[in-house]
Every structure is written in C-alpha cells, then in structure tokens.
C-alpha cells in the first residue's frame, strides 16, 4: 500500500483563488464581530449558497484534551471513507497521517484565532493532488475562538479520486 503525506503551504488572504472561498471570505469578513471573529449565533449558513457544500464547521470542547468535533460538514467536503463527517471527532479520523495534519492545523488555527489560507498538498504514492483550504475562526460566547470555518475545494484530480473507495493508510 503506498503511504501518504500532507502538507500546507500558508498563504496571503488576498491570494485565493477559488471563487467560492473568496466569497466565504467576504460573507467571515463582513459577519465577524469586534474580536475579529464570527459568533456563532450569528452564522446563517443559507447565506453561502454554493460555498455551503465546501464548508465545514470544527468545534473545540473546554477539556482536557481539547476534543475537536465536526460540528457541520457540508456534502462536498464531508468524506465517510476517511471518517470527516459530522459529529465525528478529529482524533477518530483516518488514516493517521491525515488525521495528525488535521489536529495540529486546526489546533494552531484556534489558539490563533486568526483567518488563514492555505495550500494543501496530498501526496500518495507517486501522484500528488493539491487543494485550497480557507481556515477562519468563530466563537460561541465572543471570549475565544473555539469554532473553525473550514472550507476546502479540491482539484478536479483529487475530487474525482476520493469519489472512489480510496485505499488511503
């Protein structure tokens, strides 16, 4: 079985490219409150129409072991093979590679609170497939980010691979 590796590369806010994450974006940017992020109250997900099937949302729980959950995870993001679906925890996710990406990304994107643009490259076995991954924060009560507005549109390649039964390990 090949083994698999992911990478993000940060960019510039003003660098995205797909049009249904600079619409997010501009919906985060013109919803976000004081602190800089959305509350959730305050999140109308029929607001983003085709944005909406890319968008998930990750929630961090005030424990121990900082648990993510996926609150949200709209049709085109959501993946039952790899365990990225609603109401899963990112520590449940699989394979191990995916989910160890996962967890560091969005735990740096929490105790940052701070909107981010990424790069992402996923290379298994010897094909690569690339995607951009929009990171924005949102709070509950306005005291911390605690939520994640995730959005990921893959390329064409990856899309149409991950319609498959992947055999990711």
């Not at 990406?101 to 094909?127: C, K, N």
């Amino acid at each position: 079985m090949p083994v698999g590796t992911i990478a993000a590369k940060p960019a510039r806010l003003d660098s995205v490219q797909e049009d249904e994450l600079r619409r997010l974006l501009g919906y985060w940017r013109r919803k976000r409150g004081p602190e800089g992020w959305i509350r959730s109250r305050d999140f109308r997900a029929e607001h983003l129409s085709s944005a909406l099937p890319h968008v998930a949302i990750v929630e961090r729980f005030p424990c121990p072991m900082r648990r993510m959950l996926i609150r949200m995870a709209g049709r085109a993001i959501a993946n039952p093979r790899l365990g990225y679906m609603r109401d899963r925890y990112i520590g449940e996710l699989r394979p191990e590679w995916y989910r160890d990406h996962l967890l560091e990304h969005y735990a740096a994107a929490l105790a940052s609170g701070e909107p981010a643009y990424e790069r992402v490259t996923i290379q298994y076995g010897s094909t690569a497939y690339d995607y951009g991954r929009l990171i924005l924060p949102m709070t509950r009560d306005g005291a911390v980010c605690d939520q994640l507005l995730v959005s990921t549109i893959p390329s064409p390649e990856l899309a149409i691979y991950l319609r498959r039964e992947p055999d990711f390990g």
